[in-house]
Every structure is written in structure tokens, then in C-alpha cells.
């Protein structure tokens, strides 16, 4: 992630695909692990943990996006959807069953699982564009049944609160807690990915993004891979939205509209398509962006101006400039934040002798 | 290069400075609020307008001297009505050791009442969350302190009931309504209420966004032709249906709007108020600039040599933020005068929440009483119509069927 050799001296194909590529590579890990298990939770404020937490929720399902729409071209905008499939499922086994969330959340994901794999059958006959429209219509149509379904939503409000998971007799109700159940998943679904990446599953939906055509013709199942992507990108968005209905103890319609899944679009573009690495680092980025703004104008903002101003000035530059660094990051580096970090790592591994 | 970096190292400098003065001056007592809002997202239209008002409500008790010896600093935080802004927002203004926090938004409101309560720091959600959450044995950390989606239904049906002389047996309601949760919770005591009273009731969702309703608007004046309307919708929705409506013929002082679709520019935006003549709105806080506190703050603004700010035009949200704050404080008072002058935690100010009663402001807020059970305060509203141009009160403070409303608390209590 952080070091490379200063060429390339790869000779089998065993070497080029493993994880870690150098010996330091799992003394970083190991340093990232003691890093976020052991210093953040003990010496970081209770608030930063909440960032970071509403982060993990969000590379979980960041993840299961790039998994369909970077590795395997499959566009949706239909995640927001299927994280509110995951999180009724989980919130309805949880509450009618009193079922422990060690249960509700793989149910939640492959209940979500399930129905990506209906939505997600027009993409065997059709793509780019048309897809989105038919995953825009799942996510519509899951929409309105959660509306107006009340076995599912749990009456007119269509929420459904759920008590906080617990583990052994041990509550998760604390943000420091809470911490250690997101930072488990996230690092779970981080290691999933970065595996299934570098599988033949991986493979596979590289070749169907690439060219469907020519990944047939040498021998891949393309119906069954597609919705393979869909199933476990979908199985990652119910996780997300299990880990949503945990987190904020409750299951509530709005909270899973068209926007979120717009959202996740965009921490994806941003991080960089078809990319783990990018896909962390765009999750980072648009949970803490507006945060990183709002703190600036607190601090700097009183030189010029005051304070009833102050209030639309951040709101309105938050925007701005998230809009802006969008555009900006994505016309000096069309590949996303990934590709931005590669760039500035092959500058340095050649330094000073760049020529 | 140097000079730049050294502009900017002063720049810092006289930060730091500042904020160290800053922090020394208002060391000694001072109490931080919390207030979500949204000006940047799809409710932007009420949170510009709201939120200013309860930034200048504060302005004001801060230049009279504070509370009790205790001024207030606001920490004003855009949710853009999405969730996990919301929990930041929340973990920051309890870094910052806010005694109690504004929320703002329903989904918002949802995803925090555990937290509130986990935390033991009072949110107040005033048209948002859900009708239960008036239940203060419940939801002990969420005040709605305004009349939830059932009691505004309720006074609509009462007001109704007034308007076709004194009794609705055999007439027709229609319940036109925005698709959504919000707009569906009314339904249940709607139907209790149609069964008690004897009147028909057909409903009509319109979907999201609401901007095309010329169906169900002329399902309703065509076919069912009711005897009066009742209207809850959101955003920009009650716009066309009022246009709608007018366009149709259907006299206008035969519907009542909820409380979201009865400001002065969702009435505007719908071809002026000349066009709307008659249509009434139901309103948990006083409309209008005729109240001393609006006076106040008018004359706060003219002290300091300024114009009173633009928002203050738009009554209806404006004073909604007015209101809030002014619960807020009354909330925070009463718990300093519990303690005896001393700074209250955040539990204090909880109490002296629940203790709040016979606090009008000169009516602008409704004579409520919140108490350890009712954290609703009653479900008061007022009647405003629009007459001559501008919105007349028509109906002071009541409240519609209270006894169904607690009934159907009670129910959904024992249901959970």
C-alpha cells in the first residue's frame, strides 16, 4: 500500500498476485492493525470514533458497489435499495424472532442478495444506460413496498427500532464499543474484497467489465457472473444496511432513498472504479470532506465573517467545494483518488532520479 | 513566497488570539445548544427560514444579558436532511457539551432517539419524528414540543366539523396526502375519527415529488366532491394542489393544510395570496409580526444599525424557529432557577423541559404544558386563513379530539 520494490522483479504468477508483495507489507498491516485496534479506540475522542464509524459503515457498502459497478461494469442505483432489504430483513428478524445480529446480518445480506439477483436480470440483456434505468426501477419499486407494505415496514411509519446488538451479554451501546462491531465488518468485508479481487471470480468480472463478448468466448459464464456481482454486491449493500440499522437502532424508510444511492456512486467515482484502496479512500473522503470544511470556517471563517452569516457560508461553500474538488479530482486524475496516490508513489519511488 | 507564509502565520496568530479572548470573556458561565438544520438540502426552503429565526431569538436573550447570568452559544450544524450527518452532528455537539440539541428532519430524528436517550441530552423535533415519540415515558430524551401529525389531524377534523355546522354526519372528507411516512401517519386516527363522527373519508396519495397532481385533484372535485379537504403535503406539493384546486373551482375555504404546507410561501408560490383568498392553514406557532418578542428582535437589529433580516417576512417558518429557541431557553431557565443560579447538565435541563407551562410569549407559542408523560405538550394549533392578502387568525389555540389522540398513544405504547 504504503512501500514498493524500485523495479519489477516479479517472475511467477503466484508472486505477482499476492497480497502482500513485500515482507514489510505485513509490517504495515500489523502496524495498521495495532494503529486502529489498540491506540485510536483508547486515546481517540469518543467524536472522532463516531466518524470513523459512520466511515466503516460506508466502506461496506462502497465496496459491494465497486464490486458490480468498478470490477464488473455493472452500472446500478439501486444500493440504497438493497441496504433497506438488509436492514428490514435484519430489523424484522430481530424484533418478531429476537433473533442475536451474529443472525440477522448474513439474513439480512442474503435476503438483499436475493432480490439483487431479480433486479439485476435485466443486465443480461441489456447495459450501460438501460441497466441504470432497470436498477433505478428496483430501487423504486423496493421503495414503494417498503412504503406500503406494513408486514414488512412495521405500520405507517415503516420504522422499526431495534436494541442494540449484543455479544455474550455485552451490549454494543457505546460509540467506543460500536467502534470495535463496524471496525470487525469493515475489515472483513476489506479482506473479502481484496481476495474475491484477485480470485477466478475476480477474473472473471474484470473480463465481462472489459468485454462481455470476448469473456465468453473464453469461457466464462456470463450469465452467471453477472449475477454473481449482483448477488454479492448486493450481499454487501444488506450488510450495510444491517450495520445502519444497528447503528442508529432503528430501520426508517428515509433513510435509504435514491440519494444515498447516488451518494455511493460518487464515493466510488471519486475513489476510483474497480479499486479497494480507492473505495476507502473515496468513502474517507465524502464522509469527511464536509466535516474537514465546517471545522476550517469554524476556526477561520470568524475573520470574515459574522457569525449570523457564517451558518449559509458553510452550508453553501460546503457544497461548493465538494462540488468543485469532484470536478477537480477527476479532471487531473480521471481514475479517482486511487490513481492520484498510485501517481504520487511511482513519482517517489524513482526519486530523486526521476527522468 | 516569505511574505506569504508570514501573512498567513499572522493570520493564525490572530486566530489563536481571538479564539483564546473569546474563550477567556465567556469562561465563566456559559451553556452551549445544539441546533441541526438543513439550508443546503431537498427542505432547504424551510431551513433558511427557520433557523435564522432561532439564531435571532438567542441574539436576543444574549443581548439582554442571557439567561439567568448565562449566556448561549449556538452550535448550528447543516445535516442536508441525510442521516449520518445527523450522528455527527449529534457526537459533536456532545463534545462540545451541549445541554440539549435541535433536531431537525424525521429520518433524523429516527436515527438518534436511541442515541439521546443513551446520552441523556434532550432533542427537541417539532413536526418531525414520529406521533408516539409524544409519549415522554417512551421516548424519555425526545420532545416534539409541537402538535404531532394525529393532533393536527385531529384539530383539522374539529375544524372541519365547525366549518360545516357543528356536525359531520353523512358528509365527505378528503384526505389528500403526500406518499411517505409523514404523510400516511395521520390515516389511522383519520379513520378512527371518520367511524366516531360518521363522515365519509376517501384518501388520495400523491407521490413523490408532488409536483403533477391533476389526477387525484380532479378524482376528488369531479368524482367524490367532497365537503371539505384536507391537505398534507410537503415541499413544493401544497403549491400545485392550492393552483390545482383554484383551477378546478373548488372553494378554498373548504380545505385545511397541515402544518407543512401553510407557509406564506408555499401560499405565494401557488400565484399569491390575492389567489388563495380563504385557504386555511393549521400552525403550531403564532403567524404574523404582531408579537413583542418579533418587536424586540426588530428593534435588537435596528440598535446595532442594521436591517431586520428578509427571512423574518416569511412569519410562518420564521416564528416556528422562534419558537424553538424560545422553548429552549424557558427549558434552560428553569433549570438554572432549580439549581439556585448554578450551570445546569444536560439531564437539568431535561427537567426543566418537562416543567414548562403558561409560557405564551405573548402568543406566540401555545399554552402548553409539558410534563414528565406528555412531552407533546398538549397538541395545540391555531387556525390561519388566508383573508385580504395575508393570514388572519381565524381559530386561537385549541385542541382536536385530544382524548383519540391519547388513546391512540396509549395503544401504540402497549404495542411495543
Known amino acids: 500500500m504504503f512501500h514498493r520494490e524500485s523495479g519489477v522483479f516479479k517472475t511467477t ?13 505485513k509490517w504495515t498491516v500489523a502496524v495498521l492493525a495495532l494503529v486502529f485496534v489498540v491506540i485510536v479506540p483508547f486515546f481517540v ?36 435499495a438493497f441496504m433497506s432489504v438488509g436492514a428490514y430483513t435484519a430489523a424484522n428478524l430481530a424484533v418478531k424472532l429476537g433473533l442475536p445480529f451474529w443472525l440477522t446480518l448474513p439474513a439480512g445480506g442474503l435476503m438483499a442478495a436475493l432480490i439483487g439477483v431479480i433486479v439485476g436480470m435485466p443486465s443480461l440483456r441489456i447495459k450501460g444506460l438501460y441497466l441504470a434505468i432497470a436498477t433505478l426501477a428496483g430501487q423504486l419499486i423496493i421503495e414503494w413496498t417498503i412504503n406500503r407494505v406494513p408486514a414488512i415496514s412495521g405500520g405507517a411509519q415503516s420504522s422499526i427500532e431495534v436494541d442494540r446488538p449484543t455479544l455474550f451479554g455485552f451490549s454494543f451501546n457505546t460509540q467506543g464499543s460500536l467502534y470495535f462491531f463496524l471496525l470487525f465488518f469493515a475489515v472483513i468485508a476489506i479482506v473479502a474484497t481484496l481476495n474475491l479481487v484477485r480470485s477466478r471470480i475476480g477474473r472473471a468480472f474484470v473480463a465481462v467489465r472489459d468485454q462481455d463478448i470476448a469473456a465468453e468466448i473464453i469461457g466464462i459464464n456470463i450469465y452467471r457472473y453477472k449475477l454473481l456481482a449482483f448477488a454479492i454486491s448486493s450481499f454487501y449493500a444488506g450488510v450495510c444496511g444491517v450495520l445502519y440499522t444497528y447503528y442508529f437502532g432503528i430501520a426508517n424508510y428515509e ?9 455511493y456512486l460518487a464515493m466510488i467515482i471519486i475513489g476510483g472504479l474497480g479499486s479497494v484502496l480507492g473505495t476507502i479512500l473515496g468513502a474517507i473522503f465524502v464522509t469527511l470532506l464536509p466535516i474537514v470544511i465546517r471545522i476550517f ?37 480521471p481514475e479517482g483518488l486511487n490513481r492520484l496516490w498510485r501517481n504520487i508513489r511511482s513519482y517517489f519511488r524513482v526519486w530523486p532520479f526521476s527522468y | 513566497m516569505t511574505r506569504f507564509v508570514k501573512s498567513w502565520l499572522g493570520v493564525a496568530a490572530t486566530t489563536a ?225 392550492i393552483k390545482e384546486l383554484k383551477g378546478k373551482g373548488f372553494p378554498l375555504s373548504k380545505v385545511v393544510g397541515l402544518v407543512w404546507a401553510s407557509s406564506e410561501a408555499d401560499i405565494i408560490a401557488a400565484g399569491g395570496m390575492g389567489v388563495a383568498e380563504g385557504y386555511n392553514t393549521i400552525q403550531f406557532a403564532g403567524v404574523g409580526k404582531d408579537f413583542p418578542v418579533i418587536k424586540d428582535i426588530e428593534a435588537m437589529y435596528k440598535a446595532q444599525g442594521k436591517q431586520p433580516p428578509k427571512e423574518m417576512d416569511s412569519t410562518v417558518l420564521y416564528n416556528r424557529g422562534v419558537l424553538i429557541a424560545a422553548l429552549h431557553v424557558e427549558a434552560l431557565r428553569n433549570a438554572i432557577k432549580a439549581k439556585g ?6 439531564e437539568e435541563v431535561k427537567k426543566g423541559m418537562e416543567s414548562i407551562k403558561g409560557f405564551t ?33 381565524t381559530k386561537e ?18 404495542k411495543s
Not at chain 2, 398 to 414: E, T
Open chain 1, 13 to 25: 504468477y503466484s508472486a505477482d498476485m499476492a497480497l502482500y508483495p513485500l515482507p514489510i507489507a
Open chain 1, 45 to 80: 475522542h469518543e467524536y472522532y470514533l463516531s466518524i470513523l464509524n459512520l466511515i466503516f459503515i460506508a466502506i461496506v457498502g462502497a465496496l459491494g458497489l465497486n464490486i458490480l459497478v468498478g470490477y464488473t461494469g455493472q452500472i446500478s442505483i439501486g444500493h440504497g
Open chain 1, 255 to 263: 433513510q435509504f432513498q435514491l440519494v444515498v444511492s447516488i451518494d
Open chain 1, 297 to 333: 470556517m469554524e476556526n477561520v471563517g470568524g475573520l470574515f465573517f459574522t457569525t449570523a452569516e457564517m451558518a449559509n457560508v458553510i452550508s453553501g461553500l460546503r457544497l461548493g467545494v465538494f462540488g468543485g474538488l469532484i470536478i477537480f479530482f477527476l479532471i487531473v486524475e
Open chain 2, 17 to 241: 488570539t481571538l479564539a483564546l479572548g473569546a474563550g477567556q470573556a465567556f469562561a465563566q458561565k456559559e451553556v452551549v445548544f445544539g441546533l441541526q438544520c438543513d439550508r443546503t438540502g431537498p427542505t432547504a426552503n424551510v431551513g433558511t427560514v427557520l433557523c435564522p429565526g432561532y439564531q435571532d431569538y438567542i441574539a436576543l436573550v444574549n443581548s439582554k444579558g442571557g439567561v439567568e447570568g448565562h449566556k448561549i452559544k449556538v452550535l448550528e450544524i447543516d445535516n442536508e436532511y441525510k442521516v449520518p450527518p445527523a450522528i455527527e452532528a449529534h457526537e459533536r455537539f456532545k463534545k462540545d457539551g451541549a445541554v440539549l440539541e435541535g433536531l431537525y428532519g424525521t429520518p433524523q430524528t429516527a436515527g438518534l432517539n436511541k442515541k439521546l436517550e443513551e446520552d441523556k441530552i434532550l432533542g427537541t423535533s417539532p413536526g418531525f419524528g414520529t406521533a408516539s415519540a409524544a409519549d415522554g415515558k417512551r421516548y424519555p430524551y425526545t420532545f416534539p414540543i409541537a402538535a404531532s401529525y394525529w393532533s393536527q389531524a385531529g384539530a383539522a377534523v374539529a375544524f372541519a366539523k365547525e366549518k360545516l355546522g357543528g356536525s359531520l354526519k353523512g358528509k365527505k372528507i378528503a384526505y389528500i396526502f403526500y406518499d411517505n411516512p409523514a404523510g400516511k401517519e395521520p390515516l389511522a386516527v383519520l379513520e378512527d375519527l371518520a367511524k366516531d363522527e360518521g363522515f365519509e373519508m376517501r384518501t388520495f396519495a400523491v407521490p413523490a415529488p408532488g409536483l403533477e397532481m391533476g389526477a387525484q385533484i380532479l378524482d376528488i372535485t369531479g368524482r367524490f366532491k367532497p365537503d371539505f379537504i384536507i391537505s398534507h403535503l410537503f415541499g413544493r406539493a401544497p403549491s400545485v394542489s
Open chain 2, 341 to 346: 443560579g448554578a450551570t445546569p447538565n444536560s
Open chain 2, 361 to 393: 410569549l405573548g402568543g406566540l407559542v401555545p399554552p402548553m404544558e409539558i410534563t414528565t408523560a406528555d412531552h407533546e405538550g398538549g397538541g395545540w394549533v391555531e387556525i390561519w386563513t388566508v383573508k385580504g392578502g395575508k393570514l388572519v387568525r
Open chain 2, 397 to 414: 389555540w385549541f385542541q382536536g379530539y385530544r382524548p383519540v389522540i391519547q388513546k391512540h398513544l396509549a395503544a401504540d405504547a402497549s
